[in-house]
């Protein structure tokens, strides 16, 4: 029997290419635009320390960007923040958003946020660009839901891409934290999109790794011990980010008398105040990571940057304005590594030649612990950094830091932000929206059960099941296995119902497993 050829593999790859190219082109444009914004920032604080009188303008100018920022923030609340709640909950099924009125504000207020130098990430707001594009490409070509959501996906791992020129962490990222999703459907043409838009990006910027940072030797096994007491250091501030994350909405709500609208100029107001002081230390932080490796600071410098980076990075994040805490976190870590490694040099239990490597462990860890996202944290750290030698004592540090956070009842950051989102905003639903899909894990209600079995809600239907490279069309007796990624159409009046209770039972470990 002659072999009948599939083109699925081909068009994902050519849905990659197509959407890898083009969030390359205007993501690499977004990144350019924010790195000329604060070179001009930092050069206008220099030129005010000649001509002090400047300084009275500069902040009347300030305050009205915040306000315009601010206006446009609150009437478009799905530029908020970085932008990646939203794609994971586009892409489950609870979220929806136009792409182009998104994608054009974002990307304005992304660069004036960013650019003007507050503490505030451009991969939250890339991969929100890139997830536009993708569903553009999509509504263009009237794909199918699933489609639609693979090209969703596809732009988004494109996105963080071309922000931090590291393909393969970025698809593992979208697959791991964002869509939960790891089907052949989705991770071939998210990692063709994502090469794609990196090869795009590399023409702007260069080889140069976007974290190249130089260390003299690997660390020694001996020092391994210091991997452990970082991993916990790193956890435990990792906890405390989420819990003063999470509450920013509630200490901006007691100041009732200020519409939040006007919000962003408390954090418009306070960069002066940095600027003007510590002007290298504006914007997301990624060449505040290389000068602390280069110079390692002395501990007081640093727990004076552990405390600045801390604080003004909620400010900043808490105004609602377009920007994310993707990079910020990473600096944070690099800050935390960089203050235990000159504390241990100054205690003579470390070589002072290490302390960079440290810095590098310590992004790494605090971002697995705040993410949940281990394997995505080793990966990206290494492609950021350019260099394998630190595998094994970022995969340490990584895994030390998750299990800290896991014992502290820490979930996700991304997820927590989901779910406030939806429970402050009225959802947007599209009627055509009638699918979702959710991978199931190894031990969770659902692995080994027959679909008889389970109590179904009521307006939904398992239409699918993606088994490895088989599409399987269920019946009452299929069992579910691990690994499935269930297809199931949904009334839009309770898909929000629906994928909380299908989600929950394909993705929350049983007893059984212990």
Request: overall charge positive.
């Amino acid at each position: 029997m002659k072999h009948k050829f599939d083109s699925t593999r081909l068009r994902q790859i050519i849905r990659g290419l197509l959407i890898g190219l083009a969030v390359g082109l205007v993501v690499s444009i977004f990144r350019l635009a924010i790195e000329y914004g604060l070179k001009m920032v930092i050069a206008i604080y220099q030129i005010m320390h000649q001509t002090p009188w400047l300084l009275l303008p500069w902040t009347g100018l300030s305050i009205a960007l915040a306000l315009i920022l601010g206006n446009m923030a609150q009437k478009n609340p799905a530029i908020q923040g970085s932008g990646i709640p939203q794609i994971e909950g586009q892409l489950a099924g609870s979220y929806e958003e136009r792409w182009w009125p998104v994608l054009w504000r974002k990307f304005v207020g992304g660069i004036l946020s960013i650019g003007s130098g507050l503490f505030l990430g451009r991969e939250g707001p890339s991969i929100q660009l890139g997830a536009a594009i993708g569903q553009g490409f999509a509504e263009f070509k009237h794909d199918s839901q699933i489609n639609r959501r693979v090209s969703i996906a596809s732009g988004a791992a494109a996105g963080l891409s071309a922000a931090f020129n590291a393909p393969i962490a970025s698809t593992l990222f979208i697959l791991e934290e964002v869509y939960h999703n790891f089907s052949p459907l989705v991770w071939l043409s998210a990692l063709v999109s994502a090469l794609t838009s990196n090869f795009v990006s590399l023409n702007f910027f260069g080889l140069t790794p976007v974290l190249h940072i130089s260390y003299s030797q690997s660390l020694p096994l001996n020092q391994y011990g210091h991997l452990i007491i970082l991993g916990i250091i790193l956890g435990l501030m990792g906890r405390l980010y989420q819990i003063t994350l999470l509450k920013l909405p509630i200490w901006f709500g007691k100041l009732k008398s200020i519409q939040p609208a006007w919000y962003p100029v408390l954090p418009f107001t306070l960069v002066i105040v940095v600027g003007w002081f510590w002007p290298n230390t504006l914007g997301g932080g990624n060449g505040l990571i290389i000068q602390m490796a280069q110079h390692n600071p002395s501990i007081l410098i640093l727990f004076g940057l552990l405390i600045l980076r801390f604080v003004f990075s909620m400010i900043s994040y808490g105004s609602m304005l377009p920007g994310g805490i993707f990079l910020p976190i990473l600096t944070i870590g690099a800050v935390i590594g960089g203050l235990y490694g000159q504390i241990m040099v100054s205690a003579g239990w470390l070589n002072a030649t290490l302390v960079s490597n440290f810095i590098i462990y310590a992004m790494a860890g605090y971002f697995a612990g705040i993410g949940k996202a281990p394997f995505t944290a080793i990966l990206l750290i290494t492609e950021m950094v350019g260099s394998l030698g630190h595998l094994m004592p970022l995969a340490v540090v990584s895994i030390v830091a998750f299990t800290v956070v896991d014992l502290l009842s820490g979930a996700p950051i991304y997820e927590s932000l989901l779910n406030k989102l939806i429970k402050r905003t009225e959802i947007t639903t599209n009627k055509e929206v009638s699918t979702l899909s959710t991978t199931i894990f190894m031990g969770s209600q659902l692995d080994g059960c027959q679909i008889r079995d389970f109590e179904w809600p009521l307006g939904c239907l398992v239409s699918s099941i993606i088994r490895g490279e088989h599409r399987i069309v269920p019946h009452g007796d299929t069992v579910l296995q691990a690994g499935d990624t269930l297809i199931v159409s949904v009334d839009p009046d309770k898909q929000q119902a629906v994928f909380a209770h299908v989600v929950a039972a394909a993705q929350t470990q049983m007893d059984k497993l212990v």
